[in-house]
């Protein structure tokens, strides 16, 4: 079954609550999801902007740094001591000690003043080292004037020159990652008296972008103008090399900013800035699942919010829809009620909606079938009564009966068996047409009416009407409506053979055929022409309706159709000249209360 068919086939109330949810659902999805992507995006470019402004101010701070040390190696350049202890190259071991004791503490003092971790290197071209390390470097002690930083000073020509230790040997590690130098002249004959360099350790350099480094898996780089890591956090691996990545190109092409790469299988978000006067660039390495976490309470809030709200839809849409459609289902229980037959239910009318009108309607629409039910079976009862007292009024009532009783033994005193057998046969037929009670009775005792009248019908009439009655035995016992034959032998009497000229022949049959027990009454009279058959029954009906008191063939079927229903039948068969036979075929009723479930 396909989803439409589905949906036809289910309640009015589940196809309101799925609209109402399915309403409310989808703006709330749509809500929520838009809400999340809005808050995650602005949370992560908050995120970066942040970011980027630690690095900002982490690269601001080094270059207050460099500056700071390159203001030391100026005053250096121009301390008037050093000059003089530089230019005198034949000294005493004496005065060589003086001269250390001097440059040491001219070196520690500005030690003392900054909180730097950072090496002072003074070396003479006279033989003279001074430092503040526990030991001078090798390189330091035989310089190159043409290598490294040696040959930065010389190009420099005393201004400041810096120089990154690209690696670090483990012979020679002393763990400089960074190197500021000058050249030393003379200030009266330039002459170059020696170098100053500052060597900085990579804790120096961290200690300024450590806040940098805040979210985890995250990776903080200090490199030069050329790439090579100065220093870098959490991990130290790559110190002193170039870093090779995939985003450097992009990273010292620019100056700063941010934007997305995949780095080692996994999408990260670079964060880089770089300073003006020093050339060192900050480079922030951070995955974005790091930073999408911080937007994970939002989804979990956002989540949270539209179940809420579709629990809560849902609560509402079941109420809605419960609320619309139970008047619907009242009426629905209402009919189900007069469809078992109950004709006294009403639906409340507190509703003005168009279910309210609905349910007038239906109040109105119920009314008027009991209204009509109710005349239909006043209507139905007087037309049975009336027509069963138009068939019994045809007779004398009890006076006359007196009458022909009296009749009969005033014969029978006098010997005129004719006359006496005569009025105790329409004594009988009177007695039997005022009797009350049931309206069915065995076909036994309507026969036995029958044979009365065809008495009272041989003495009138004598030899001209020869009578033959055939009656099977075995439907004597069954029931039938009072005077069901008596109208057609009057009629085959009256109107059949009565107008023949010579004899005529009467039979009368009743027995069982298909179940049923048949009665023909048949005649050899004057018959009929086939139009004045065509309209016997608009005969009928209408001599019904001007002489209440004959018995004819309308009021025949009219009792028929009363008792049994279309459980019957009645053919009339007539011609001209040859006579006239009615057949009649009823139920074999047994019981006389199976007429009441017949019908």
Known sequence: ??????????????????????????????????????????????????????????????????????????????????????SNSSRSVAEKYEDEQTVNGILKSFL??????????????????????????????????????????????????????YSLKKIEDYGAVLSSGRLLKSIKTGETLGYFIVDIKESALADKYQKAHQYPGGEVYLLDANGYVISSSPSKQQVGTRLNKSYMDEVLSGTKGYFSAVDEGSDKMIIYDSSDSSGFKMVSVVPIGALTKESHSIRNLTIFIVISCILISYCIAYLLSDYMTRPLRKLRLLMNEVEKGRMDVTFPSKYNDEVGHLGRSFNTMLRQINRLIHEGYEKQIQVQEAE???????????????????????????????????????????????????????IREDIKQIRNYLTIVQLRYRDKINIELDIDEEILDFYTPKLLLQPLVENAVGHGLEMKDGEGKLLIWAGVVDGNVQFIVEDDGVGMTGDKLAKLWEHEEESAQSAKTRIGLHNLKKRLELHFGPVYQLDVESEAGKGTKVTIRIPCIADPKEVERVV
């Open 1 to 86: 079954m396909s989803l439409i068919n589905r949906f036809h086939s289910m309640g009015l109330r589940t196809k309101l609550m799925l609209l109402l949810l399915i309403i409310t659902i989808l703006p709330l999805g749509l809500l929520g999801m838009f809400s999340y992507r809005k808050a995650s995006t602005e949370i992560q470019i908050k995120a970066y902007e942040i970011i980027l402004e630690n690095l900002s101010q982490v690269n601001h701070s080094l270059t207050d740094f460099v500056q700071d040390i390159e203001q030391l190696s100026m005053y250096i350049y121009s301390n008037e001591e050093i000059q003089e202890i530089l």
């Open 388 to 442: 069963i007292k138009a068939i019994q009024a045809q007779f004398t009532p009890h006076f006359l009966y007196n009458a022909l009783d009296s009749i009969n033994w005033m014969a029978r005193i006098n010997g005129i068996d004719a006359i006496s057998k005569v009025a105790l046969s329409l004594g009988n037929l009177l007695r039997f047409s005022i009797r009350r009670g049931n309206p069915v009775i065995p």
């Open 112 to 165: 003392g003043f900054k909180s730097w971790d950072i090496e002072l290197y003074v070396i003479g071209v006279n033989g003279e080292r001074y430092f503040t390390g526990d030991f001078l470097p090798p390189a330091y002690r035989d310089y190159q004037p043409n290598w490294g930083l040696f040959r930065k000073t010389k190009i420099a020509g005393g201004g400041p020159a810096w120089d990154t230790h």
